[in-house]
């Protein structure tokens, strides 16, 4: 069985600052770890997505996420928030069932001027 | 490649009533799954199809039903509509043939119940 936690329903940072948002999987066969993004009244949009190659992981708009399998982690991170990163954002696994993925419950990140 | 399209964008029903939605996936994609999200249920996963199979299915009454066409469009109907099915409900298209497959996602069709 697969499942996915994300810490922290709410986050808020000021302006360039370090964003952390956390994310830990539950999984009974090699995982398939993602991240997506949701603007208001939009879909989904992916950030990056982790495969069993490089365990850090470089995304969209200055996004990286790295996979520590000791911990069952995928937390993104971003050195310098922006504006524009105000948004939801959505931890995903899948693996082993062909296509059906698991997202955790998401954070809402808000960036303060 | 024209994204992931869903149709209507808005949609008002009535208690009792019933829905259809629609999704035309990424062209050359085989796999098409529907999620609901409400803002006290997050994302919940429908079904999903591939090939016109539904190959995965959430938890979800028997009211919630879909269907894959020979080009790979698909519709989901919800019958007998209650008011806690007002949500988003967004469609997603992958390859589908491998887990690794990052989903592709549609704006969304969002549905009030009355």
């Known amino acids: 069985a697969q499942s996915v936690t994300q810490l922290g329903s709410h986050v808020s940072v000021s302006e360039g600052a370090l964003v952390l948002l956390r994310c830990n999987y539950s999984s009974s066969v090699p995982p398939y770890l993602f991240w997506y993004v949701q603007y208001p009244n939009q879909g989904l949009q992916l950030l990056l997505k982790y495969t069993s190659a490089a365990t850090l992981v470089k995304g969209i708009n200055g996004f990286e996420a790295e996979f520590k399998k000791s911990e069952t982690s995928f937390h993104l991170t971003k050195p310098s928030a922006h504006m524009s990163d105000a948004a939801e954002y959505f931890c995903?696994?899948?693996?082993?069932?062909?296509?059906?993925?698991?997202f955790g419950s998401g954070t809402k990140l808000n960036v303060k001027p | 490649k024209a994204g992931v399209t869903q149709t209507p964008r808005y949609l008002i029903k009535t208690r009792g009533q019933q829905v259809t939605l629609s999704c035309s996936p990424i062209?050359?994609?085989?796999?098409v799954s529907w999620y609901q999200q409400t803002p006290g249920q997050g994302l919940q996963f429908l079904f999903e199809?591939?090939?016109?199979?539904?190959?995965n299915k959430g938890n979800f009454p028997g009211r919630f039903s879909g269907r894959q066409f020979s080009n790979s469009r698909s519709e989901m109907n919800v019958s007998t509509l209650e008011l806690g099915d007002s949500a988003l409900y967004l469609c997603?298209?992958?390859?589908?043939?491998?887990?690794?497959?990052?989903?592709?996602f549609g704006p969304g069709t969002r549905l009030t119940v009355l």
């Open positions: 997603a298209s992958s390859p589908g043939q491998v887990s690794y497959n990052e989903q592709f």
């Open positions: 062209s050359g994609h085989r796999s």
């Open positions: 995903a696994v899948s693996g082993g069932n062909f296509n059906k993925f698991y």
């Open positions: 199809y591939f090939s016109e199979t539904q190959r």
